[in-house]
């Protein structure tokens, strides 16, 4: 059951990092073609 619980802890992690890192990613693209306009 701890298993299980870490590897659901991990995945969401995991899922929430890559979610920051691509909103980031979003976000500076953005930030960079608004001020080469």
């Known amino acids: ?11 969401s992690s995991r899922r929430a990092i890559a979610f920051i890192f691509v909103y980031n990613l ?8 608004s001020s080469v306009d």
């Open 1 to 11: 059951m701890n298993g299980v619980v870490q590897k659901a802890i991990a995945d």
């Open 26 to 33: 979003i976000y500076v693209t953005r930030r960079f073609t």
